[in-house]
């Protein structure tokens, strides 16, 4: 007894005469006139992060010093209110005595080096490279061991290299490197703000097209 040859084209266990209904994804007008729309209405809002960002990098340029000195004051203020959260942490009876006490001592260093960001214009700039400098190193660090590892490269290597001599620069010459830092961050920030003024525009002819669509 034979049984009968399967159908060319039709899947395996499929019973005669099934139909296999596939879910169509694509957009319909409707949907994609509401979605240009919605991105469309916030035109106004990457224009008005383009302008920001183009004045502050502006401002960067041409004054640096004083960015600088705004950046040490958030940082001054950033050491202060985490030293104050951490060193309430170290009354957490929940937490174990080290860590307790490792809170304590690092909650009162980062409320000395805090107050004294905000005291003084040059000890908060001083803080601020040395920060930097010992970041930069510390993580040339991370990346040399994660690129030693299975999961790294070559390439994370000579990153974390670059890193290490990046935070010794900042080190050994902390003015210079400052003002380069702020010069490519000023830069940045106006080529920021130049690209996103041009994109607001693109989203609202976006928004243009959403409307053109409805007629």
Sequence with gaps: MTTPSQPEGQPQGQPEGATVVVEDTSISPAEQKALLDRIGRAWWVV???????????????????????????????????SGVIQLAQAFDKQLETISRVLNAITGVIGIVLGLICLDSAEDRIALLTLFIGIWWIMRGIVQIAVGASDQGGGVVIFLGILGIIAGGVVLIW?????TVLTLVVGIWLVVLGIFEIIASFRVRSLKKQAENVAV
């Design 47 to 81: 224009l008005l992060l383009g302008i920001i960002s183009l004045i502050v990098g502006v401002v960067v340029l041409v004054r640096p010093f004083t960015a600088v000195n705004v950046a040490a004051i958030i940082f001054g203020i950033w050491l202060l209110v």
């Design 174 to 178: 902390p003015i210079a490197s400052l």
